[in-house]
Structure formats: structure tokens, C-alpha cells
């Protein structure tokens, strides 16, 4: 199994910035990619951006310039680097860990709300 937890959503003003991170704990052999995805009140979740484990990226199209997706392998932690931010945005937010021999794991999900 392989543990999953998002951290640091919160409440800020539309141009701000926040950061989240991902850390993934347990048995983190053959973890691939990792990534995140968003899910506002009535609306499906998406994808919003991954990270392979090489270091290859891809970008949701609402996100691409403002928000940055990184990765530790060593911690076995991704890190999604919020800038501008819209209302839009608002959202919770959750991380997706991608293992190579039995699929996905998620985490429970941060809030982020973005005023305007």
C-alpha cells in the first residue's frame, strides 16, 4: 500500500500564490508518475498537471505559465507551485500516485479557494 497526503491549500486573494506538496509513504517501489488533479463543488475532477519520474511534465491549458509541477524522488514528493491565481482556481485539490505494478493511489484532497 502506499500512503498518500496533500498539504498546504488555503484561502488566498486572486493573484496570490500557494504551494502544495505531496508526499507519498509505505511501499513506494515502482512509483511512476505522480500528479495533480482538481475537482470544484458539482463539476468532475480534473487533471490540472503530472510528472513522470524522469521529469517529463504536462499541463492542463487553464494552468500552463502560472502553475509549476516539480518532484523529489528521493522523498517520494511532488510540489505544485501555484502563481496568479484566479478564482477559478478554487477547487480541492489532489495528488495521484501512479504505481508501475498495481495502479493509482490518491490522497484525501486539499482545499484551495481563491478570492476575488
Known amino acids: 500500500q502506499v500512503h498518500v497526503v496533500e498539504s498546504g491549500g488555503g484561502l488566498v486573494q486572486a493573484g496570490g500564490s500557494l504551494r502544495l506538496s505531496c508526499a507519498a509513504s509505505?511501499?513506494?517501489?515502482?512509483?511512476?508518475?505522480m500528479g495533480w488533479y482538481r475537482q470544484a463543488p458539482g463539476k468532475q475532477r480534473d487533471l490540472v498537471a503530472t510528472?513522470?519520474?524522469?521529469?517529463?511534465?504536462n499541463y492542463a491549458d487553464s494552468v500552463k505559465g502560472r502553475f509549476t509541477i516539480s518532484r523529489d524522488n528521493a522523498k517520494n514528493t511532488v510540489y505544485l507551485q501555484m502563481n496568479s491565481l484566479k478564482p477559478e482556481d478554487t477547487a480541492v485539490y489532489y495528488c495521484?500516485?501512479?504505481?508501475?505494478?498495481?495502479?493509482?493511489?490518491w490522497g484525501q484532497g486539499t482545499q484551495v479557494t481563491v478570492s476575488s
Open positions: 509505505g511501499s513506494t517501489f515502482g512509483i511512476n508518475a
Open positions: 510528472i513522470t519520474k524522469g521529469g517529463s511534465t
Open positions: 495521484r500516485v501512479q504505481r508501475n505494478y498495481d495502479g493509482d493511489y
